[in-house]
Protein backbone atom coordinates (compact mmCIF):
# COMPACT_ATOMS: atom_id res chain seq x y z
CA UNK A 1 0.00 0.00 0.00
CA UNK A 2 1.32 3.36 -0.88
CA UNK A 3 0.66 6.70 1.35
CA UNK A 4 0.41 9.76 -0.51
CA UNK A 5 0.62 13.25 2.39
CA UNK A 6 0.09 17.07 1.26
CA UNK A 7 1.12 19.83 2.82
CA UNK A 8 2.28 22.81 2.38
CA UNK A 9 -0.98 24.85 1.37
CA UNK A 10 -2.34 28.27 3.07
CA UNK A 11 -3.85 31.68 1.91
CA UNK A 12 -1.92 33.64 0.12
CA UNK A 13 -1.84 37.11 -1.82
CA UNK A 14 -2.15 37.01 -5.36
CA UNK A 15 1.76 37.07 -6.75
CA UNK A 16 3.10 35.47 -3.93
CA UNK A 17 4.37 31.86 -3.86
CA UNK A 18 4.03 28.62 -1.65
CA UNK A 19 5.42 25.18 -2.09
CA UNK A 20 3.36 22.43 -1.88
CA UNK A 21 5.01 18.84 -0.70
CA UNK A 22 4.26 15.19 -1.28
CA UNK A 23 5.51 12.84 0.61
CA UNK A 24 5.29 9.10 0.05
CA UNK A 25 5.72 6.33 1.99
CA UNK A 26 4.58 2.60 1.62
CA UNK A 27 6.13 -0.32 -0.43
CA UNK A 28 7.54 -0.82 -3.72
CA UNK A 29 7.77 3.14 -4.17
CA UNK A 30 9.22 2.68 -7.92
CA UNK A 31 7.10 5.46 -9.22
CA UNK A 32 6.39 5.57 -13.01
CA UNK A 33 4.49 9.08 -12.93
CA UNK A 34 4.00 11.51 -10.09
CA UNK A 35 2.21 14.63 -10.24
CA UNK A 36 -0.53 17.38 -8.89
CA UNK A 37 -3.71 17.98 -9.47
CA UNK A 38 -6.27 20.69 -8.38
CA UNK A 39 -10.17 20.94 -8.11
CA UNK A 40 -12.06 24.36 -7.33
CA UNK A 41 -15.72 24.60 -5.65
CA UNK A 42 -17.75 23.35 -8.59
CA UNK A 43 -15.64 22.35 -11.23
CA UNK A 44 -14.07 18.60 -11.68
CA UNK A 45 -10.48 17.69 -11.07
CA UNK A 46 -7.81 18.95 -13.31
CA UNK A 47 -4.27 18.83 -14.55
CA UNK A 48 -1.63 20.59 -13.24
CA UNK A 49 2.19 18.99 -13.75
CA UNK A 50 3.32 15.32 -14.06
CA UNK A 51 7.31 14.67 -13.70
CA UNK A 52 7.98 10.80 -15.15
CA UNK A 53 10.66 8.36 -13.84
CA UNK A 54 12.78 9.93 -16.38
CA UNK A 55 12.40 13.25 -14.86
CA UNK A 56 10.46 14.56 -17.89
CA UNK A 57 7.74 17.31 -17.10
CA UNK A 58 4.67 18.51 -18.36
CA UNK A 59 2.26 21.14 -17.34
CA UNK A 60 -0.83 22.67 -17.90
CA UNK A 61 -1.15 25.25 -19.97
CA UNK A 62 -2.55 27.97 -17.49
CA UNK A 63 0.28 26.89 -14.79
CA UNK A 64 3.64 26.88 -17.36
CA UNK A 65 6.40 29.69 -16.63
CA UNK A 66 4.50 29.67 -12.89
CA UNK A 67 4.82 26.48 -11.50
CA UNK A 68 7.74 24.02 -11.25
CA UNK A 69 7.20 20.17 -10.35
CA UNK A 70 10.45 18.25 -9.02
CA UNK A 71 11.15 15.10 -7.21
CA UNK A 72 13.90 14.32 -4.03
CA UNK A 73 14.12 11.00 -4.48
CA UNK A 74 16.03 10.06 -1.35
CA UNK A 75 12.84 11.01 0.31
CA UNK A 76 10.37 10.06 -1.61
CA UNK A 77 8.55 13.59 -1.95
CA UNK A 78 7.55 15.77 -4.94
CA UNK A 79 7.24 18.75 -4.56
CA UNK A 80 5.06 21.86 -6.10
CA UNK A 81 7.11 25.72 -6.54
CA UNK A 82 3.67 27.90 -7.64
CA UNK A 83 4.70 31.22 -8.53
CA UNK A 84 2.94 34.34 -9.20
CA UNK A 85 -0.01 33.24 -7.83
CA UNK A 86 -3.60 33.89 -9.20
CA UNK A 87 -7.05 34.13 -7.37
CA UNK A 88 -7.91 31.54 -10.64
CA UNK A 89 -5.38 28.67 -8.74
CA UNK A 90 -7.36 28.83 -5.87
CA UNK A 91 -8.37 25.22 -5.20
CA UNK A 92 -7.73 21.56 -3.36
CA UNK A 93 -4.78 20.46 -4.94
CA UNK A 94 -4.09 16.95 -5.05
CA UNK A 95 -0.82 14.31 -5.43
CA UNK A 96 -0.93 11.68 -7.34
CA UNK A 97 1.24 8.87 -8.16
CA UNK A 98 1.13 6.10 -10.51
CA UNK A 99 3.03 2.59 -9.81
CA UNK A 100 2.37 0.02 -12.46
CA UNK A 101 -1.15 0.84 -13.27
CA UNK A 102 -2.06 1.59 -9.97
CA UNK A 103 -2.98 5.14 -8.93
CA UNK A 104 -2.78 6.83 -5.92
CA UNK A 105 -4.38 9.92 -4.40
CA UNK A 106 -3.13 11.86 -1.50
CA UNK A 107 -5.98 14.21 0.52
CA UNK A 108 -5.55 16.75 -1.03
CA UNK A 109 -3.81 20.56 0.79
CA UNK A 110 -6.27 23.37 0.06
CA UNK A 111 -4.49 27.06 -1.30
CA UNK A 112 -6.50 30.00 -1.38
CA UNK A 113 -4.95 33.10 -3.56
CA UNK A 114 -6.16 36.36 -2.22
CA UNK A 115 -6.79 39.17 -4.77
Known amino acids: QVRLVESGGGLVQAGGSLRLSCAASGNSLSFNTMGWYRQAPGKPREFVAR???????NYADSVKGRFTISTDNAKNTVYLQMNSLKPEDTAVYYC?????????WGQGTQVTVAS
Open 51 to 57: ITSYSTT
Open 96 to 104: NAVIRVTSY
